[in-house]
Structure formats: C-alpha cells, structure tokens
Nanobody, 132 residues
C-alpha cells in the first residue's frame, strides 16, 4: 500500500510563498518513478479541484488556469518526494491541499481535472490559509 504524507501548509499573507512537500512510501520495492502525481485542493464548501499534475514517464506537466505562472510542481524520485512551490499566493488559494498518485496512464491536458476524485492514492492533506 502506498502512503502519502503532505507537509508545509500554514497561514501566510497575500503575496507570500509556500512550498508543500509530499513524501511517498510503500512496500520494500516501492518507487515513485512509475506513478503519475498530482496536487489537488478543496476549499470549504467547494468541490475538490486539480491544481497541477505530472506524468510518470516523461515529466509532462499541466497546471489549472488559476495557478498558471504562480505554482510549480516537481518531483524527486530519489527521495520519493513531490513538491508544490506556490508563489504570489492569493486569498482564493486558501484550501486543504492534497497530494495524490496513480499508476494508470497519464492522459494529458485534462488528466488533473478528470482525476480530482479518482487517483489511486491520497494523502490526508495540509491546510493553506492566505489572509491578511
């Protein structure tokens, strides 16, 4: 069983930056290399939405429109860790952020939106609050 643990959330002012981390673990032969990864978020009273996703094989990356140019997803397979660098944070970025992973094929531009509830493995989330 794959486990994902997020960290790095907190309370910040608008315009600030945060870096979220997600450490993956599993059976003795586990490796993050073969999993597509994603960051998703859910604000109070709203549906979960995709933030950014990355394929396993060629590092193809997609960002949802609200975060383009401000957020960057990355992965360090040697450390089994996924990151989300968030810059120029806005109050509307306030949400619980979830890391997720999936062994199935990455399907391109609409993957993050389509998989926002369907990824195989999920972390428990880390809260981000952007407020002055």
């Amino acid at each position: 069983q794959v486990q994902l643990v997020e960290s790095g959330g907190g309370l910040v002012q608008p315009g600030s930056s945060l870096r979220l981390s997600c450490v993956a673990s599993g059976p003795p032969d586990f490796t993050l290399d073969n999993l597509s990864i994603g960051w998703f978020r859910q604000a109070p009273g709203k549906e979960r939405e995709g933030v950014s996703c990355m394929s396993a094989s060629d590092g193809e990356v997609h960002y949802q429109d609200p975060v383009k140019g401000r957020f960057t997803i990355s992965r360090d397979n040697a450390k089994n860790t996924v990151y989300l660098q968030m810059n120029s944070l806005k109050p509307e970025d306030t949400a619980v952020y979830y890391c997720a992973a999936d062994s199935r094929a990455y399907s391109g531009e609409y993957y993050c939106s389509a998989m926002r509830y369907n990824m195989e493995y999920w972390g428990k989330g880390t809260p981000v609050t952007v407020s002055s």
